[in-house]
């Protein structure tokens, strides 16, 4: 629809239009500012848990790379033959 077939003037349009777009950015605003506060609570969060998680495993003694320091004993059967 056009202008003219609303019957509006060009001054009332640009104010509608206008409030439409502030409102918009209004709420848009809140979103922005609330969508920044969960995300850095999220941060925040996990950083948390990775800082306990290596305080908690600090604890404990990794054993990826272990090995085993003892005689070594060769075993053999009593029948030569079998063997």
Same mark, same amino acid.
């Given at each position: 629809?056009?202008?003219?077939?609303?019957?509006?003037?060009?001054?009332? @349009?640009? /104010?509608? &239009?206008?409030?439409?777009?502030?409102?918009?950015?209004?709420?848009?605003? #809140?979103? +922005? @500012?609330? /969508?920044? &506060?969960?995300?850095?609570?999220?941060?925040?969060?996990?950083?948390?848990? #990775?800082? +306990?998680?290596?305080?908690?495993?600090?604890?404990?003694?990794?054993?990826?790379?272990?090995?085993?320091?003892?005689?070594?004993?060769?075993?053999?059967?009593?029948?030569?033959?079998?063997?």
């Amino acid at each position: 629809m056009t202008l003219m077939e609303n019957k509006i003037s060009e001054p009332e @349009a640009q /104010a509608k &239009i206008s409030r439409r777009t502030t409102r918009r950015t209004g709420r848009s605003g #809140v979103w +922005r @500012a609330l /969508a920044w &506060i969960l995300g850095s609570v999220g941060i925040v969060a996990a950083g948390v848990e #990775v800082a +306990r998680l290596v305080i908690h495993a600090r604890q404990y003694e990794s054993t990826d790379d272990a090995f085993l320091d003892a005689h070594v004993v060769q075993i053999s059967t009593k029948m030569a033959a079998y063997g």
